[in-house]
């Protein structure tokens, strides 16, 4: 196997599983959502890369560590589902506060 994609993708899935953890704890009015959210489609496409060039080099003698990168791509759609639904239900969350302080102040101004 090609030590260097083989490294290079190990280091990619270590980042990956960083950044889902931070989003999951991130609010989502952070200011540094929308940079953890370009990381990770960044590194998802390094991750792609370092895939395909495995997959096409002929000498991988190791399918274990391919069935293991398959799991791993399983469980990352997981955890980017999940944090894409988290992501959706606070931003619903923060608007649907922002619309109840915007009639409070409205109320407010009218006495």
Not at 58 to 67: C, H, K, M, P, V
Request: charged share 30%; glycine share 2%.
């Amino acid at each position: 196997m090609n030590d260097n994609y083989a490294i290079a993708l190990d280091d990619i899935n270590s980042e990956l599983t960083k950044i889902l953890l931070q989003l999951e704890v991130t609010p989502a009015e952070d200011q540094g959502t929308e940079l953890l959210v370009s990381n990770l489609h960044e590194l998802v496409l390094q991750r792609q890369i370092c895939l395909d060039e495995l997959i096409k080099n002929e000498s991988i003698t190791d399918r274990g560590y391919l069935e293991k990168q398959w799991q791993l791509t399983q469980t990352y759609l997981d955890e980017v589902k999940k944090a894409m639904l988290h992501r959706r239900d606070l931003l619903v969350l923060g608007q649907k506060n922002r619309r109840q302080i915007n009639v409070y102040k409205n109320i407010d101004s009218n006495r």
